[in-house]
T-cell receptor
Framework: EAGVTQSPTHLIKTRGQQATLRCSPI?????VYWYQQALGLGLQFLLW???????NRGNFPPRFSGRQFPNYSSELNVNALELEDSALYLC????????????FGQGTRLTVV | GQQLNQSPQSMFIQEGEDVSMNCTSS?????WLWYKQDPGEGPVLLIA?????ELTSNGRLTAQFGITRKDSFLNISASIPSDVGIYFC???????????FGKGTSLLVTP
């Protein structure tokens, strides 16, 4: 069974640009979670989607947004990129909104120059 | 979300030694989780704790849910080189809330 897959694995953008990160959950999982992991820091919760709806949002500015598609895959969009947005962005999926049972993908390394 | 206090920040030990790390919070959590993250990978769940006072093992790993619900401990016995990685704790207030993560404990094991 395929795990959580994220694309691209690496992304380099310049300040002010927009970045789009993609996540495909494990088959059968309806919840998708996004986390930011900056260097030397723990994971910071960004967004939680379930059944196409945003369920919860972390303490991030509105330029961080996303959506979940009918097939439960998800996109994370970051507008007006800033240098401090450089981080590993991790996606996780779980069945039935049980976050404690979530499996993580390998992440997308976003570098803003 | 609240950042948990995880210690130590890093550990450098010899193969065969036991390891202890802990996580504390000023708030009560009803779920405590421990993850391991290898370089270039996402975190992998090691142990999940759902009840105060609960002690759960997974092979050489043992974790405890503190009785106050504000802390948790992870012990690794007889460490081996493949234990190298970053260990994260995470707490969850209730099922509708996001996970709060510690900053991680970086473990290095020398043969």
């Amino acid at each position: 069974e395929a795990g959580v897959t994220q694309s691209p694995t690496h992304l380099i953008k310049t300040r002010g640009q927009q970045a789009t990160l993609r996540c495909s959950p494990i088959s059968g999982h309806t919840s998708v979670y996004w986390y930011q992991q900056a260097l030397g820091l723990g994971l910071q919760f960004l967004l939680w989607y379930d059944e196409g709806e945003e369920r919860n949002r972390g303490n991030f500015p509105p330029r961080f947004s996303g959506r979940q598609f009918p097939n439960y895959s998800s996109e994370l969009n970051v507008n007006a990129l800033e240098l401090e947005d450089s981080a590993l962005y991790l996606c996780a999926s779980s069945p039935d909104q049980v976050q404690a049972e979530a499996f993580f993908g390998q992440g997308t390394r976003l570098t803003v120059v | 979300g609240q950042q948990l206090n995880q210690s130590p920040q890093s550990m450098f030990i010899q193969e065969g030694e036991d390891v202890s790390m802990n996580c504390t919070s000023s708030s009560i959590f009803n779920t405590w989780l421990w993850y391991k993250q290898d370089p270039g990978e996402g975190p992998v769940l090691l142990i999940a704790l759902y009840k105060a006072g609960e002690l759960t093992s997974n092979g050489r790993l043992t974790a405890q849910f503190g009785i106050t619900r504000k802390d948790s401990f992870l012990n690794i016995s007889a460490s081996i080189p493949s234990d190298v990685g970053i260990y994260f704790c995470a707490g969850q207030r209730d099922s509708g809330y996001a996970l709060n993560f510690g900053k991680g404990t970086s473990l290095l094991v020398t043969p």
